[in-house]
C-alpha cells in the first residue's frame, strides 16, 4: 500500500521530514488493516459458473446460512461424499464483518427485504402501515447480518419439542450439539458444563463502553434483580457474543472459510435454488437453481437439505409441490404431497423496538468520539465498534410471577449516542418508522442520549403464516406475521407488564440521575386515549410493535399425528424421500430466546442423523454434564 501523488498534490507544504514518514506510517497503518479484512479467498472458491445442467453430488444443502454452513461442512467430512452447497447470495465484506455497521448492511442486496401483509391488528404506525423483516442473503445467512447475540432458550423450550412426540429433542439430548460447535472464549465459562471450548464457533464477551451499561446494571440492583449467567433463568444477563478479536464470527467464517480447500466441498454462491424435483416414487432427484439467469437442474445420489430459513424453506416446499393442495392449485403448482403445515405455524419474537428512552447528555461521559473509536478499532480490533450498539444486557423476567422459574418477556436494550448520525437514522429507516415521528426522536438525540427498549415476548401465542404471493418461484413470498392477531390478548397483558416494569427501572436513583423517560410521539390511533393508561399502552402496541426478526416454525417438527407437522423428529418432510428441513423454520414453538445458537445446533443435529441413517462414520459427542 502507498501513497501516490494524489496525496502528494492535496499537501501543498509536501511530504518530506519526519512528520511526513510519520503521517504515512499512520495511514499506512491504516489501509493495511483495512485490507486485512478478507474478502472471498477467505472461503470456498466458487464454483457456480463451472456447473453444468445434469452434474450430479451424493448432497444437496440449499442455504448456506446459520444452520446450513453447519451441515455443509459437518456432511463434507465425509471424503466420500461430493457435497454442494448452493447460496443464494454472495460472500461477506467488511462491512458485514466490523460489527457497529450491521445497521448499514440492512438496507443492501445482501439482505432479504420481505415487506409484510397489511392487518389491522399491529404494525399501524410504520410507513404504509408495514412492518419490514429483513434476514441475511450471503455466506453464514442472517449470521453475518444479525446482533450477534448467543443466547440458546431455556430447557423447557427443548423438552416441551420431545414431550409433543420429537425424540431425541430434550435439552439434555440437545446439550451435546450445542458443546460441539463452541468455543467459549469468555474465562467465567471455562469449566462449566454449560459450555465448551474447541468447537469452530467462538463465542466472546464483549462489554458495551456506553455508560447506560453502567446504568442498567446499577438499576437492576436497586429493584433487587440479580445479575445472571446465562445458565440461570431470571434477572439481566449479559450474554456471549459471536464476535471473535473484535470480528464477527458468522457460520461462514466458523464452518466454512476453515475448510475453504476442502475437495469434497462445493459452493455456489448468487445461486438461487427455485425447486426440488422428485421422481415418480416421490424419491428426490436434485434441484433447479438459477445462475445468472441460467436455470440448471442438478442431481443427487443422496438427499437434499433445505436450509433456507424460516421464510425461504416453506416457499421452496410450496413452490416443489409440497403444501397445502387448494393453496397450490391457486398458483397453477402441481401438488406432490398435501401437506397442510407448509408455512403455517409462523412465529416470531414480538417487540416494542420503537419505545424510546431518553438520557441526558451526561450519561455519554467516557464515551469516545467516532473517530477515536474508529482508529482504536482498525489498530486493535477493540472498542466501540466490536458491538452493534444492542448491548450484550438483556433481562428475562416472569412479569406474572417473579418466582417462577422461566421468563415470559426478555428485553433487549439498543443504545445511540447524542447526535447519532448513523446507527439511529439507519434504524427509523431501516425499521419503516413514520418520517414525522422520527423526527421527534432525531430532535430528541441532539443533547441527549437514546436507548431503545425492545420488550419482547418469548413465548408469543399469536401465529402468522407464509403463503405463495405468485407463480414466480423467485419472487418474494407473502408473509403474514400474526402479530397480535391471538384474541385473548395474553401477549398484549405481557407488554404492558414490560412497560410498567420499565417505567420502574426509570424511577430508579440512577436513571433519575440522568432523567430518564420515555420519547412521546405520535400515534396512528391512540392520541385519543390517556396518555399512560392501560388503553394507551394496549393501543400503542398495535401502532409500533415489530419483531426482532426471529421467524421460525413454518416447517414445523412434529409426529405423524400433528396435522400441522411438516417434517418427522429426523427433519426428514413427510410423503416424500430423501428430503430434510434444517434451520429455525422446524421449531414446532420458538425457543424463549434469541434464534442463532438454536439455528447452528439444529445444523449440527441434522448433520449427525444424517450420517447415522447412511451409515457414516460419526465423531464422539461431548458429554453434557450439567443439570441447568
Ligand atoms: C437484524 C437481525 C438481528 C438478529 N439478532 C440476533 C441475535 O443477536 N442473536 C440471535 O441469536 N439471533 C438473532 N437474529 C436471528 C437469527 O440470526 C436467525 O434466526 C438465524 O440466524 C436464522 O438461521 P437460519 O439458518 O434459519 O436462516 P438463515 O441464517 O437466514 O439462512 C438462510 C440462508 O439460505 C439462503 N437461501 C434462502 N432461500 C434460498 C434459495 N431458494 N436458494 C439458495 N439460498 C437460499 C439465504 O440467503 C440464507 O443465506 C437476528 C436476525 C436479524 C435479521
Known amino acids: 500500500m502507498s501513497c501516490s501523488g494524489g496525496l502528494t498534490d492535496a499537501c501543498p507544504l509536501g511530504l518530506a521530514g519526519e512528520s511526513s514518514t510519520l503521517m504515512l506510517t499512520l495511514l499506512n497503518t491504516l489501509l493495511a488493516a483495512?485490507?486485512?479484512?478478507?474478502?472471498?479467498?477467505?472461503?470456498?472458491?466458487?464454483?457456480?459458473?463451472?456447473?453444468?445442467?445434469?452434474?450430479?453430488?451424493?448432497?444437496?444443502?440449499?442455504?448456506?446460512?446459520?444452520?446450513?454452513?453447519?451441515v455443509a461442512n459437518r456432511l463434507s467430512e465425509n471424503p466420500h461424499w461430493k457435497v454442494l452447497l448452493l447460496e443464494?447470495?454472495?460472500?461477506?465484506?467488511?462491512?458485514?464483518?466490523?460489527p457497529n455497521l450491521y445497521f448499514g448492511v440492512h438496507g443492501t442486496d445482501k439482505n432479504w427485504l420481505y415487506v409484510l401483509e397489511k392487518v389491522n391488528t399491529s404494525c399501524k404506525g410504520y410507513v404504509n402501515g408495514q412492518c419490514n423483516w429483513i434476514g441475511g442473503k450471503l455466506l453464514g445467512g442472517t449470521s453475518t447480518t444479525n446482533t450477534m447475540l448467543y443466547v440458546r432458550g431455556f430447557a423447557q423450550d427443548y423438552d416441551g419439542w420431545a414431550n409433543s412426540g420429537n425424540k431425541g429433542w430434550s435439552w439434555a439430548e440437545v446439550m451435546p450439539?450445542?458443546?460441539?460447535?463452541?468455543?467459549?472464549?469468555?474465562?467465567?465459562?471455562?469449566?462449566?458444563?454449560?459450555?465448551?471450548?474447541?468447537?469452530?464457533?467462538?463465542?466472546?464477551?464483549?462489554?458495551?463502553?456506553?455508560?447506560?451499561?453502567?446504568?442498567?446494571?446499577?438499576?437492576?440492583?436497586?429493584?433487587?434483580?440479580?445479575?445472571?449467567?446465562?445458565?440461570?433463568?431470571?434477572?439481566?444477563?449479559?450474554?456471549?457474543?459471536?464476535?471473535?478479536?473484535?470480528?464477527r464470527e458468522s457460520t461462514a467464517f466458523a464452518f466454512l472459510s476453515e475448510i475453504k480447500t476442502r475437495p469434497n466441498l462445493h459452493i455456489a454462491t448468487d445461486a438461487h435454488v427455485g425447486k426440488v424435483v422428485f421422481d415418480r416414487h416421490r424419491r428426490v432427484k436434485g434441484i433447479t437453481v438459477r445462475i445468472q439467469n441460467k436455470t440448471l437442474n442438478i442431481h443427487t445420489k443422496g438427499e437434499v437439505i433445505i436450509s433456507g430459513g424460516a421464510i425461504q424453506s416453506p416457499q421452496l416446499l410450496l413452490n416443489s409441490g409440497i403444501g397445502p393442495k387448494s393453496h397450490l392449485k391457486d398458483f397453477e403448482v402441481r401438488n406432490i404431497v398435501n401437506l397442510p403445515g407448509v408455512g403455517e405455524n409462523l412465529q416470531d419474537h414480538l417487540a416494542t423496538f420503537?419505545?424510546?428512552?431518553?438520557?441526558?447528555?451526561?450519561?455519554?461521559?467516557?464515551?469516545?468520539?467516532?473517530?477515536?473509536?474508529?482508529?482504536?478499532?482498525?489498530?486493535?480490533?477493540?472498542?466501540h465498534y466490536t458491538s452493534v450498539?444492542?448491548?450484550?444486557?438483556?433481562?428475562?423476567?416472569?412479569?406474572?410471577?417473579?418466582?417462577?422459574?422461566?421468563?415470559?418477556?426478555?428485553?433487549?436494550?439498543?443504545?445511540?449516542?447524542?447526535n447519532d448520525d448513523f446507527l439511529l437514522p439507519n434504524m427509523l429507516t431501516g425499521m419503516g418508522f413514520s418520517q414525522k415521528a422520527g423526527k421527534i426522536v432525531m430532535d430528541a438525540n441532539k443533547d441527549s442520549v437514546l436507548f431503545t427498549l425492545a420488550l419482547t415476548l418469548l413465548y408469543p401465542?399469536?401465529?402468522?403464516?407464509?403463503?405463495?404471493?405468485?407463480?414466480?418461484?423467485?419472487?418474494?413470498?407473502?408473509?403474514?406475521?400474526?402479530?397480535?392477531?391471538?384474541?385473548?390478548?395474553?401477549?398484549?397483558?405481557?407488554l404492558l407488564d414490560g412497560v410498567r416494569f420499565a417505567q420502574k427501572m426509570l424511577n430508579t436513583t440512577i436513571f433519575q440521575k440522568f432523567n430518564?423517560?420515555?420519547?412521546?410521539?405520535?400515534?396512528?390511533?391512540?392520541?385519543?386515549?390517556?396518555?399512560?393508561?392501560?388503553?394507551f399502552w394496549r393501543c400503542y402496541f398495535r401502532d409500533y410493535c415489530g419483531g426482532i426478526y426471529h421467524p421460525a416454525g413454518t416447517c414445523k417438527m412434529g409426529p405423524k399425528s400433528d396435522p400441522e407437522a411438516v417434517v418427522d423428529e429426523r427433519l426428514r418432510v413427510y410423503g416424500v424421500k430423501g428430503l430434510r428441513v434444517a434451520d429455525c423454520s422446524i421449531m414446532p414453538k420458538i425457543v424463549g430466546g434469541n434464534t442463532l445458537a438454536p439455528a447452528v445446533m439444529i445444523g449440527e443435529k441434522v448433520a449427525d442423523m444424517i450420517k447415522e441413517d447412511w451409515n457414516v462414520q460419526r465423531d464422539a459427542l461431548p458429554k453434557y454434564t450439567g443439570r441447568y
Open 354 to 383: 420503537l419505545l424510546l428512552v431518553q438520557l441526558d447528555g451526561a450519561a455519554e461521559a467516557g464515551l469516545k468520539s467516532r473517530l477515536d473509536s474508529t482508529y482504536q478499532y482498525y489498530t486493535t480490533n477493540t472498542g
Open 34 to 70: 483495512k485490507c486485512s479484512f478478507p474478502g472471498p479467498e477467505a472461503f470456498p472458491k466458487n464454483v457456480a459458473t463451472t456447473l453444468q445442467d445434469g452434474d450430479r453430488y451424493d448432497m444437496i444443502v440449499v442455504g448456506a446460512g446459520s444452520s446450513g454452513a453447519v
Open 88 to 98: 443464494a447470495g454472495g460472500y461477506p465484506n467488511s462491512d458485514t464483518q466490523i
Open 177 to 247: 450439539y450445542f458443546l460441539k460447535s463452541e468455543n467459549v472464549t469468555w474465562e467465567k465459562y471455562f469449566n462449566n458444563p454449560f459450555h465448551s471450548r474447541g468447537g469452530l464457533l467462538t463465542t466472546s464477551y464483549q462489554r458495551s463502553d456506553f455508560n447506560v451499561r453502567n446504568i442498567l446494571i446499577e438499576a437492576a440492583k436497586e429493584m433487587g434483580y440479580p445479575i445472571i449467567n446465562d445458565y440461570e433463568h431470571l434477572g439481566l444477563l449479559e450474554t456471549l457474543m459471536t464476535v471473535q478479536d473484535g470480528r
Open 461 to 494: 401465542d399469536s401465529r402468522g403464516k407464509v403463503q405463495l404471493g405468485s407463480k414466480d418461484p423467485y419472487a418474494n413470498p407473502k408473509v403474514f406475521s400474526g402479530y397480535l392477531t391471538d384474541m385473548t390478548e395474553a401477549d398484549i397483558d405481557i
Open 516 to 535: 430518564g423517560k420515555f420519547i412521546r410521539y405520535p400515534t396512528i390511533s391512540c392520541d385519543g386515549h390517556e396518555y399512560d393508561s392501560d388503553d
Open 389 to 418: 450498539g444492542v448491548t450484550n444486557l438483556v433481562y428475562f423476567l416472569n412479569t406474572k410471577n417473579r418466582s417462577a422459574e422461566f421468563p415470559n418477556l426478555q428485553i433487549h436494550f439498543m443504545e445511540y449516542r447524542m
